[in-house]
Structure formats: structure tokens, C-alpha cells
């Protein structure tokens, strides 16, 4: 057994356990470290989906992914296209990245969704512009007639041409609770708990952000960009009324989707609080989700995001 015996000196034996102190803290920091750089430190910041407000089936990912997931959720329903379509996209970029927007791959396939250069997608620059690589996959899954009615690898297949198709089923049941959400399916249904601080946000840059996913429509009517009550923050009120007008779903469907597509985008765009209807998310209570409140006449008309200041 490794060791030192008994008849080693005693400076033999001080040094060993010296060693094997000095090992064991190496050890812990290095586990440590591999924790932080897997749930993102600082608290480990969250993001949990779920089947309804009340429970169910549930997934868990980080702020990154679920940035991303929002912004190709917000991409295919811009478009038009329905639930099931951003389904198919969130399980493809899943097998493909796990939502990460990362600049490798094999050979030289990079972004959300590995799309290559060399294929014609893009170049490398507009494939790792999440709304670009996330419009191209809807403009070729467009293309497939009757993609809705097949099974989700087949149609993922029909896109991606990947070397193992079966890959993308597996990701089907998170994909499809994610779409839900994200899509305004499912209300109050995705939540994260993000860490305090940070610096301030830019309001220019969350309705940029909100232009680019939504379209240039999504702002129009809605007020925003100046600090509200002398707090240190700035309030963006964003709209719904388009979706009312538009019929057709249950008509607080826009109004989630919005608020979901804020609170994915929280870390990244310094957004400290969401409101729509009668609930409210803050990052100072994070941990607690989506909260009740006392709605006020108009406010299933607009989301309010509040940003740091």
C-alpha cells in the first residue's frame, strides 16, 4: 500500500504528510474549479423549465443555453413558423452544440447548429450570428414538405445531413418542454435564477436585441429607455397587443413568449425584473421564479423589462 513505514525517519514522515496535505487541497481546488466552470460559479445560475407553473417534467440548463434557445424560439415564430418547427430546431441544436454558440466543430462546421462555410450556410462570421444561423435552419427546414408531420429526427435529418440522424430523438422531450415555453405555449413555465451585480444594462441595446429577434414591429407602440421614479434602472414596456390582433391561440400566448425571451436573456442583457400580467420575476428573488402580484388594468396589454442602470 502506498505509504511511508514506520521505520522511516521522523523528517521522512513529516514531509510525506506534507505532500499528501498539500495534495488533497490541490485536489479540492481543482474540483472546485471544475464545478464552477460547469454550472458558471458565483451561485451556479440556473435556468429550469417545467410542463406547467404547478410542476412535471422539468430540464435544467445554464443562462447561456437558455439565451440561445430564446433567441431560436423568437427566429422561427418571427417567421412564422409553428411550435412544432421550433421543436425541431431546439433538439437540433442540442445533438449539435448542447446551445452553445461555439466557433469549432468537425472539419469546419461552427455555430448552434455546426453549419458549415464550405456547404454554402454562410460564412463564418453570419453562422455565429445565433439569429442568422437560427433564420438559415428555418429557411431549409421550410423547405421539406411535411416536416410537421414527421418524426423529429427525419425532419432534423433532412437539414443537417448528419453522420448519425437517430442522434436528434433523443433530445425531443426537452426540446418540445422548451419550445412550450418559449413559444408562450406554456405561461410562467421557464425560470432562472441569475447572480445580483454585474454593471449596468444598455436599453439600446435590449430593444436592439428585441428588433433583431421579433422584427422591427416588435417596439412599436411601446415606451421605454428613460429611468423610471429616479430608481437606478431604465424600463422598457413592450407591447402584445400585435399578437391580439393577429387571433388565433389563447391572446397572453405573445405576452409569454416575450417575458420568457427577457428572462433567458437576463444575464447577458443585465435585466433585473420582468413583469406580465399578474406575475413578476426579479433577479434579487430569483431563486424564488415567477411570483404573484397585484395586476393593474393594462398589464396583460405590454411586458415591462427593467434593466440595470
Request: net charge neutral.
Amino acid at each position: 500500500m502506498w505509504g511511508v513505514s514506520e521505520n522511516a525517519s521522523p523528517v521522512r514522515r513529516g514531509r510525506f504528510l506534507r505532500f499528501t496535505a498539500a495534495l488533497l487541497v490541490l485536489l479540492g481546488i481543482a474540483g472546485y474549479v471544475v464545478v464552477q466552470y460547469v454550472t458558471g460559479g458565483g451561485g451556479a445560475p440556473r435556468c429550469v423549465v417545467r410542463t406547467s407553473e404547478d410542476g412535471g417534467s422539468t430540464y435544467e440548463l445554464s443562462p447561456e443555453q437558455a439565451d440561445n434557445a430564446a433567441t431560436i424560439s423568437a427566429v422561427g415564430t418571427t417567421r412564422g413558423m409553428p411550435q412544432r418547427a421550433v421543436t425541431i430546431a431546439l433538439a437540433t441544436a442540442l445533438q449539435e452544440s448542447a446551445l452553445r454558440n461555439i466557433d469549432y466543430g468537425d472539419r469546419d462546421s461552427l455555430g448552434l447548429f455546426q453549419q458549415r462555410p464550405s456547404q454554402g450556410w454562410g460564412t463564418p462570421k453570419e453562422i455565429m450570428d445565433p439569429v442568422y444561423s437560427a433564420g438559415k435552419f428555418y429557411e431549409h427546414l421550410a423547405e421539406v414538405p411535411g416536416y410537421s408531420r414527421m418524426p423529429l429526427t427525419v425532419a432534423a435529418q433532412k437539414v443537417q445531413r448528419s453522420g448519425f440522424p437517430q442522434a436528434y430523438a433523443k433530445h425531443e422531450p426537452d426540446a418540445t418542454l422548451l419550445a412550450a415555453a418559449l413559444t408562450g405555449g406554456a405561461s410562467a413555465t421557464l425560470t432562472c435564477s441569475v447572480r445580483a451585480g454585474g454593471g449596468a444594462g444598455d436599453p439600446a441595446q435590449v430593444r436592439g436585441e428585441l428588433t433583431r429577434a421579433f422584427g422591427s414591429e416588435v417596439l412599436r407602440g411601446g415606451a421605454g429607455g428613460g429611468t423610471a421614479g429616479g430608481e437606478a434602472s431604465s424600463v422598457l414596456t413592450v407591447p402584445v397587443a400585435s399578437a391580439r390582433e393577429s387571433g388565433g391561440g389563447r391572446p397572453d400566448r405573445r405576452g409569454w413568449e416575450l417575458a420568457h425571451w427577457a428572462l433567458a436573456r437576463a444575464e447577458a442583457l443585465r435585466i433585473t425584473e420582468v413583469a406580465y400580467g399578474d406575475r413578476v420575476w426579479s433577479v434579487e428573488r430569483s431563486s424564488e421564479g415567477w411570483r404573484a402580484r397585484d395586476a393593474e388594468p393594462g398589464d396583460a396589454d405590454s411586458v415591462r423589462i427593467r434593466i440595470a442602470h
